[in-house]
């Protein structure tokens, strides 16, 4: 497992007083970023999606980095959050802030269900579990036509303007679109950085670290297990959520085993384990598949094959690696 | 529910078997590598994939079925060896979960590989003449290559159970999926071992590849949803026991076809749920050793 931000390190006392800042701050920084982002990226659709598969592996980076389970199962998650928000607006006419609180709590009910399962088992067997389980989530909203449209996914999720006590944001508009998505984004930073920091994110890094260890000093691993299983399903249920907002469509493949799939590899693209390694690996990924799939449909081809000579040569990944350059 | 006799309920039931033979095919290769590299192979559904289509094309060349069962196995077994010599030995020792990762990475390369040599369509596959027809087995008609299906099956578990049994390479591969520590110190090249292993088990996924071909035609996504099918599978029999992979192989086969013959809305569900319920019960499977994955 790779160095991880956390609270518990030691840092040496010379070129680390950035290093400590940032690591202080690094919601605030996180947050700084994100609102100059689409100033500098020419596409701002691009931007919006970087934003969100960046809060998705954001949420997955808990459990996959942070917690040492690898979880094959997390379309489940995303794509409960982004059909409850849908189905909340579409079938019950409900307004934006109510369907994007369905979708966070369909990521954490769905994340509770899946958990209480796949904690059951251990080491390798984790990862087989959750995708057979996200497999088998697939198959029930494909059969739930009249809620989810089934096949064709579901349709007419029109949110054209957000009421902000009294102020309407126009949601059509990119800009204003990127920055409402990004105030939820900022804010899950904040509470994904306070979780990190309470003496909470130190037990679930001292279960990666030594899980006899941690239960002999009294912690109930399985709890904690199960626990950040269910906060990582909030945060992707959110990301989710927007998605459904963003695309105003969900379609079916949103649950299918690539979703799951793809938020592995940004992970570990970004750097597992790192707090800004998820917004960096989402970024890299999705502007290198914007540039490959301008010059071939095969753009898979070369996605496998930077994965593979990543979990290779790279396994920390890109922002692991620069940590690891800094500090020394 | 009018109409069910006990003929069409026996007649469902081998149905189930047949499928079953391929999951039982597919989950023993997945067992026998994880049994002794501690791989979980994902690309494991592309071996049995890029198997159907090796077939397609030896038989596009003018070969026939019977040579393809021969020289499919060896084929993607060769390529097997060779990603095992060049792409999974780096990683051993570096985590279980990067051999994992890696061979999910190559699964993806292996997919798009045979989406620009073969189209991203798919193609049926014909039954071989000898074995089209159905034959009558007491309870009704089946189709004949169902039951050839479920034969060829039976003999590769033979072939595979006297070589681990019967050969003393079979002893050291038994060895080495319990200690391969001591089997290293006792001077065997347990590295060889694992190669071969690996040969082995795509060599079979393959194989079942070509066998499922002519009952559900070759697309290239062929491999990724037995996969996850495959994963009940391992889960329901106990990771790592070629027994558990038979019996749940055969069993997840009959639930689906069962299921279909009285609820086909829930026949994708179903397995799924049998999995929920074995983890509840017994979440080491039910021929998996407790404590085997911590």
Not at chain 1, 298 to 322: E, K, S
Not at chain 2, 224 to 241: D, K, Q, R
Request: aromatic share 12%; glycine share 12%.
């Amino acid at each position: 497992m790779t160095e991880a931000t956390g609270s518990i390190k030691q840092p040496r006392a010379t070129t680390v007083g950035w290093y400590e800042f940032a690591t202080r701050h690094r919601a605030s920084i996180a947050a700084a970023v994100i609102l100059i982002f689409p100033l500098v990226m020419p596409f701002t659709a691009l931007a919006v999606n970087i934003l969100i598969y960046g809060l998705y592996a954001l949420g997955f980076n808990l459990v996959f980095g942070y917690l040492g389970l690898l979880s094959f199962g997390h379309a489940a998650l995303f794509g409960t959050g982004a059909y409850l928000c849908g189905v909340a607006i579409v079938h019950f006419g409900w307004p934006w802030y109510a369907a994007i609180a369905t979708g966070v709590l369909g990521g954490l009910s769905m994340a509770l269900l899946i958990g209480v399962l796949a904690i059951r088992t251990r080491g390798i067997y984790f990862a087989m579990v959750t995708m057979a389980l996200s497999q088998c989530v697939y198959y029930l909203f494909y059969q739930a036509v009249d809620l989810t449209g089934g096949e064709n996914g579901l349709r007419g999720i029109n949110v054209r303007a957000i009421d902000l006590f009294g102020l309407r944001v126009d949601f059509i508009n990119p800009m204003t679109r990127y920055y409402v998505i990004a105030a939820f984004v900022i804010a899950a930073f904040f509470v994904m950085s306070r979780i990190l920091a309470s003496p909470f994110g130190a037990v679930i890094e001292a279960v990666r670290e030594n899980e006899m260890r941690a239960r002999a000093s009294g912690y109930d691993v399985t709890l904690t297990r199960l626990l950040t299983f269910v906060l990582s399903g909030g945060f992707c249920g959110l990301a989710g959520a927007l998605q459904a907002l963003h695309l105003s469509i969900v379609p079916i493949e949103i649950l299918h085993y690539e979703t799951s799939g793809l938020v592995v590899m940004i992970a570990l693209l970004g750097g597992m384990g790192t707090f800004f390694g998820p917004m960096v690996g989402a970024a890299v990924f999705l502007v290198l598949e914007n540039l490959v799939s301008v010059w071939t449909v095969h753009w898979q081809l070369i996605v496998g094959a930077i994965f593979v000579a990543c979990v290779l040569f790279f396994p920390a990944g890109i922002w692991g690696t620069l940590i690891a350059r800094g500090r020394r | 529910m009018a109409g069910l006799s006990f003929d069409l309920i026996a007649l469902q039931l081998f149905a189930g078997l047949a499928l079953g033979a391929i999951y039982v095919l597919f989950a023993i290769g997945l067992s026998l590598i994880f049994g002794m590299l501690t791989v979980v192979n994902f690309a494991h559904g592309a071996f049995y994939m890029v198997g159907a289509y090796v077939g397609l094309y030896l038989i596009s060349l003018g070969g026939n079925f019977w040579l393809c069962l021969v020289a499919v196995p060896l084929l993607v077994g060769l390529f097997g060896l060779a990603v095992e010599r060049i792409l999974i030995r780096p990683l051993y020792g570096r985590g279980i979960d990067y051999p994992l990762l890696l061979t999910f990475g190559l699964s993806y390369v292996m997919v798009e590989c045979v989406r620009i040599a073969f189209g991203k369509t798919g193609y049926p596959f014909d039954t071989p003449e000898v074995l089209q027809g159905a034959v009558d087995i007491g309870v009704g008609y089946f189709p004949l290559y169902r039951l050839f299906v479920i034969g060829a099956t039976a003999v590769v578990l033979l072939a595979l159970w006297l070589f681990l049994e019967k050969t003393s390479f079979g002893l050291i591969i038994r060895a080495g999926a319990r200690d391969p520590q001591i089997v290293r110190v006792l001077g065997v090249d347990v590295s060889r071992v694992w190669l071969i292993v690996f040969g082995i088990g795509t060599a079979i996924a393959g194989f079942a590849g070509l066998l499922a071909a002519p009952l559900q035609g070759v697309i290239p996504e062929m491999g990724g949803t037995i996969l996850a099918e495959a994963f009940v599978v391992t889960v329901v029999g106990g990771m790592g026991s070629i027994g558990g992979a038979v019996l749940a192989g055969l069993l997840v086969g009959v639930v689906v076809s069962m299921t279909s013959l009285f609820a086909p809305e829930m026949a994708k569900v179903s397995i799924f749920a049998l999995m929920a319920i074995v983890l509840i019960i017994r979440p080491q499977g039910f021929f998996g050793r407790a404590g085997l994955m911590s």
